[in-house]
């Protein structure tokens, strides 16, 4: 995964409706990001042209005509991995949200690179 800061849509799978975009930084190994009511924060490592890691998802703003994927007042787990080329990549992961799992896929597109 080349350093960057891409955007990110995120749409549920397994019959779950549900759609979220933002931003997201990976840089050596860090991941940053966020949305307008989301923020996250993990780590990902790197083999030939896939990538795999673990991301924590916390609320920063609360709305109350809003409801965001994985917005809930507790700090949601999710592991993930994916593929890349130069400019874009897919990530697939489950996210841990209470007892339940939420399946979800994401497409990914860098947007500027960062050293």
Request: hydrophobic share 35%; net charge positive; proline share 3%.
């Given at each position: 995964?080349?350093?960057?800061?891409?955007?990110?849509?995120?749409?549920?799978?397994?019959?779950?409706?549900?759609?979220?975009?933002?931003?997201?930084?990976?840089?050596?190994?860090?991941?940053?990001?966020?949305?307008?009511?989301?923020?996250?924060?993990?780590?990902?490592?790197?083999?030939?042209?896939?990538?795999?890691?673990?991301?924590?998802?916390?609320?920063?703003?609360?709305?109350?005509?809003?409801?965001?994927?994985?917005?809930?007042?507790?700090?949601?787990?999710?592991?993930?991995?994916?593929?890349?080329?130069?400019?874009?990549a897919?990530?697939?992961?489950?996210?841990?949200v209470?007892?339940?799992?939420?399946?979800?896929?994401?497409?990914?597109?860098?947007?500027?690179?960062?050293?």
């Amino acid at each position: 995964m080349k350093n960057g800061l891409y955007s990110i849509h995120v749409t549920l799978q397994d019959g779950r409706v549900g759609k979220g975009s933002g931003v997201i930084m990976f840089r050596d190994g860090k991941i940053l990001g966020g949305d307008a009511y989301l923020f996250y924060t993990g780590t990902y490592t790197v083999k030939d042209d896939t990538f795999k890691g673990e991301v924590l998802v916390q609320r920063h703003t609360s709305s109350p005509d809003a409801n965001p994927l994985f917005g809930g007042p507790s700090p949601v787990g999710i592991g993930v991995s994916g593929t890349f080329t130069g400019t874009r990549a897919t990530m697939s992961g489950t996210a841990l949200v209470g007892k339940a799992s939420q399946i979800f896929g994401a497409t990914l597109r860098r947007l500027a690179d960062i050293d």
